[in-house]
């Protein structure tokens, strides 16, 4: 896919010339695709801030280009950060990622003046810019451009950029930056006052004095100031962490995936240039990681960890408030992901509390997102849980289960729906789940399971007393073992409810479920089994519910199979219907009848026309 990409993308076919970005590149898709949990695991902003290291590690900038005093280097990555990262904020703020020679020139050439300047100007644009900007080719389709425009080689590192000047405090206000070097003056200066002051006010009198003191506000103002900037630093985070335009936009390791390998399948009638910028934040998350700031402070770039304090308090109070409100999939990934690059448990498990349910359905799970989840989850007390983990239609593998296990230790409500798991992936899943005491509701609806996985769900049933309803329905599930589970379910204290519908069952089967499904003795207790629209001749009172699940997903299941089965429940229901005299039980049949004649003209429609997304 990286081979096919790099045909059709000259950019990063450029950029991947250089043994660096070729490393960034390959290192970024081991990340995201990694399939060995017990190997040291990164983060996307460890990986970007290695890359720095390896290319401007004790690299500096000098004046005449003799280095006789400390003072007269300036480290190279700061520069870069001064002038490439001022490039990468204003083009963020303004929503662009490509730039006119003329914004280069003023980003990056500032107000030269001296030869010497302009003689460190242009080294700088020879090995440092050209090595982050190239030329872009397609400027013919651009609506923007009037003439040669410059991206960035690889177009994360504008965001990585970006962060990073934001996090260092290089977009400091007019105010701030008054404000510091006055303080920082008489800082340096407060206590040779304040000893004068001592001695002429044993002969003068101590009012003279008053206006002297007011000196000493000034550094209790740059602190008021500053603690102001760093809130504004957590307030942009969370501000462009949870964007409304962008909460419908794929999660972002899908978006990092994209930039590497292409989109491959349909592709978009009309090209956008309008791009969404959702690493921006999380990489300024996690460059509040102290193994980011170790070494960036190699690099000549201090990130103080008074400053990670008063961002982190800051940051905290706005991703609580956000989190609980309802966020799209994607949304809630990205949130767990900057969750898992800041690396910080105790915010992770502070935010964490305010998230009663964590909804990732239809986002493509890959190694890397299964670890994520985990993690985060991980950072969690063990009374913490959620009233819902929903997984469903995630493209959840076997292998990828066992990466979950710690995710699942947390829910009294697991969907899996829509996840070919197999007998191998339930295997995973059982012995995940006897961590759990408290599942509530287990949903394994169109997972592929079998007559094993029935027998062992069977067997399993005990270790979860709260148990209260298990969905197995559209499987592969035949009558003995149907039968096997509903036994089970009778034996358990709490289970009052088994869907069944969809599996492969007999006429003569889901007679004997609904018989089984009663009471051993008398006032015992009754087991509602959902196999059929109908219960012998009546109408199950669960028709609709059945009807109303296999109608939200009959689109994007097997057609063919959901065809096969609304004929069955027809057959059964017209059948039902001759069995009563009743005009009022005819019409009740009648009524239902209809309904599943929609469905199947839906269906026969949607297979003309050729088109059908289920909604789960």
């Not at 399971?449 to 996985?453: A, F, T, V």
């Given at each position: 896919?990286?081979?096919l990409?790099?045909?059709?993308?000259?950019?990063?076919?450029?950029?991947?010339?250089?043994?660096?970005y070729?490393?960034?590149?390959c290192?970024t898709?081991?990340?995201?695709?990694?399939?060995?949990?017990?190997?040291?695991?990164?983060?996307?902003?460890?990986?970007?801030?290695?890359?720095?290291?390896?290319?401007?590690?004790?690299?500096?900038?000098?004046?005449d280009?003799?280095?006789?005093?400390?003072?007269?280097?300036?480290?190279?990555?700061?520069?870069?950060?001064?002038?490439?990262?001022?490039?990468?904020?204003?083009?963020?703020?303004?929503?662009?990622?490509?730039?006119s020679?003329?914004?280069?020139?003023?980003?990056?050439?500032?107000?030269?003046k001296?030869?010497?300047?302009l003689?460190?100007?242009a080294?700088?644009r020879?090995?440092?810019?050209d090595?982050?900007?190239?030329?872009?080719?397609?400027?013919v389709?651009?609506?923007e451009s009037?003439?040669r425009?410059?991206?960035?080689?690889?177009?994360?590192?504008?965001?990585?950029?970006?962060?990073?000047?934001?996090?260092?405090?290089?977009?400091?206000?007019?105010?701030?930056?008054?404000?510091?070097e006055?303080s920082?003056?008489?800082?340096q200066?407060?206590?040779?006052?304040?000893?004068?002051?001592?001695?002429?006010?044993?002969?003068?009198?101590?009012?003279?004095?008053?206006?002297?003191?007011?000196?000493?506000?000034f550094?209790k103002?740059?602190?008021?100031?500053?603690?102001?900037?760093?809130?504004?630093?957590?307030?942009?985070m969370a501000?462009?962490?949870?964007?409304?335009e962008?909460?419908?936009?794929?999660?972002?390791l899908?978006?990092?995936?994209?930039s590497l390998?292409?989109?491959?399948?349909?592709?978009?009638?009309?090209?956008?240039?309008?791009?969404?910028?959702?690493?921006?934040?999380?990489?300024m998350?996690?460059?509040?990681?102290y193994?980011?700031?170790?070494?960036?402070?190699?690099?000549?770039?201090?990130?103080?960890?008074?400053?990670?304090?008063?961002?982190?308090?800051?940051?905290?109070?706005?991703?609580?408030?956000?989190?609980?409100k309802k966020?799209?999939?994607?949304e809630l990934?990205?949130?767990?992901?900057?969750?898992?690059?800041?690396?910080?448990?105790?915010?992770?498990?502070e935010?964490?509390?305010?998230?009663?349910?964590?909804?990732?359905?239809?986002?493509?799970?890959?190694?890397h997102k299964?670890?994520v989840?985990?993690?985060?989850?991980?950072?969690?007390?063990s009374?913490?849980?959620?009233n819902?983990?929903?997984?469903?239609?995630?493209?959840?593998?076997?292998?990828?289960?066992?990466?979950?296990?710690?995710?699942?230790?947390h829910?009294?409500?697991l969907?899996?729906?829509?996840?070919?798991?197999?007998?191998?992936g339930?295997?995973?899943l059982?012995?995940a789940?006897?961590?759990?005491?408290?599942?509530q509701?287990l949903?394994?609806?169109?997972?592929g399971?079998?007559?094993?996985?029935a027998?062992?769900?069977?067997?399993?049933?005990?270790?979860?007393?709260?148990l209260?309803e298990?969905?197995?329905?559209?499987?592969n599930?035949?009558?003995?073992?149907?039968?096997?589970m509903?036994?089970a379910?009778?034996?358990?204290?709490?289970?009052?409810?088994?869907?069944?519908?969809?599996?492969?069952?007999?006429?003569?089967?889901k007679q004997?479920l609904?018989?089984?499904g009663?009471?051993?003795?008398?006032?015992?207790r009754?087991?509602?089994?959902?196999?059929?629209?109908?219960?012998g001749?009546?109408?199950?009172?669960?028709?609709?519910?059945?009807?109303?699940?296999?109608?939200?997903?009959?689109?994007?299941?097997?057609?063919?199979?959901?065809?096969e089965?609304?004929?069955?429940?027809?057959?059964?229901?017209?059948?039902?219907?001759?069995?009563?005299?009743?005009?009022?039980?005819?019409?009740?049949?009648r009524?239902?009848?209809?309904?599943?004649?929609?469905m199947?003209?839906?269906?026969?429609?949607?297979?003309?026309?050729?088109?059908?997304?289920?909604?789960?």
């Open positions: 896919m990286l081979y990409n790099l045909q059709r993308e000259s950019q990063l076919a450029t950029a991947c010339f250089l043994p660096s070729c490393w960034l590149t290192a898709l081991h990340l995201l695709h990694f399939t060995d949990t017990k190997s040291p695991i990164r983060t996307l902003t460890g990986i970007y801030t290695s890359f720095m290291r390896l290319n401007f590690g004790g690299e500096v900038i000098t004046v280009g003799n280095v006789s005093s400390q003072e007269q280097q300036n480290s190279l990555m700061l520069y870069v950060v001064r002038t490439v990262g001022k490039l990468a904020f204003d083009g963020i703020t303004n929503k662009r990622t490509s730039f020679a003329e914004e280069l020139e003023q980003w990056v050439g500032g107000k030269t001296t030869d010497e300047e003689q460190q100007l080294v700088f020879t090995d440092v810019l090595f982050f900007l190239v030329p872009r080719n397609d400027h389709t651009d609506p009037g003439g425009r410059y991206v960035f080689a690889v177009p994360a590192m504008q965001e990585y950029l970006a962060a990073l000047y934001v996090v260092l405090g290089e977009n400091k206000s007019v105010l701030e930056k008054l404000t510091k006055v920082e003056a008489l800082g200066a407060s206590e040779d006052i304040t000893s004068l002051l001592s001695i002429l006010s044993k002969v003068i009198p101590f009012r003279i004095f008053a206006v002297f003191n007011l000196l000493k506000l550094p103002l740059f602190e008021r100031v500053s603690s102001h900037s760093k809130g504004r630093i957590a307030s942009t501000a462009e962490m949870f964007r409304s962008d909460s419908f936009n794929e999660d972002v899908d978006q990092v995936e994209q390998l292409g989109v491959h399948g349909p592709q978009p009638q009309e090209e956008t240039y309008t791009r969404a910028f959702e690493l921006y934040p999380i990489f998350g996690g460059l509040l990681h193994g980011n700031r170790r070494l960036l402070d190699q690099l000549g770039c201090s990130i103080k960890s008074h400053t990670v304090s008063q961002i982190t308090r800051a940051l905290r109070k706005h991703l609580i408030k956000e989190s609980q966020q799209p999939p994607e990934m990205d949130l767990l992901v900057l969750l898992y690059e800041f690396q910080n448990p105790r915010l992770t498990a935010v964490l509390q305010s998230i009663k349910t964590i909804n990732l359905s239809t986002v493509r799970m890959t190694p299964c670890f989840l985990s993690t985060v989850l991980s950072c969690t007390s009374s913490f849980h959620l819902e983990l929903n997984l469903s239609s995630c493209h959840i593998t076997p292998e990828l289960m066992q990466m979950l296990w710690p995710a699942f230790h829910t009294s409500n969907k899996l729906c829509d996840n070919y798991l197999t007998d191998t339930i295997s995973h059982l012995e789940l006897s961590g759990n005491h408290s599942l509701r949903c394994l609806m169109h997972t399971l079998g007559d094993q996985s027998q062992m769900l069977a067997e399993r049933l005990g270790q979860h007393d709260m209260q298990l969905n197995v329905a559209y499987n599930i035949g009558d003995s073992a149907a039968l096997t509903v036994d379910c009778r034996e358990h204290p709490s289970i009052h409810t088994v869907h069944l519908y969809l599996n492969q069952l007999t006429d003569v089967g004997s609904y018989v089984r009663g009471p051993r003795v008398k006032q015992g009754r087991v509602k089994v959902l196999a059929s629209v109908t219960e001749s009546d109408i199950s009172e669960d028709w609709h519910p059945i009807l109303s699940v296999i109608g939200k997903n009959s689109l994007s299941w097997d057609r063919d199979r959901v065809r089965q609304l004929l069955v429940f027809l057959k059964d229901l017209e059948w039902g219907r001759k069995q009563h005299q009743s005009f009022w039980k005819k019409m009740h049949f009524r239902v009848e209809s309904v599943v004649r929609q199947l003209s839906l269906l026969e429609k949607s297979s003309n026309t050729g088109t059908g997304t289920g909604t789960k």
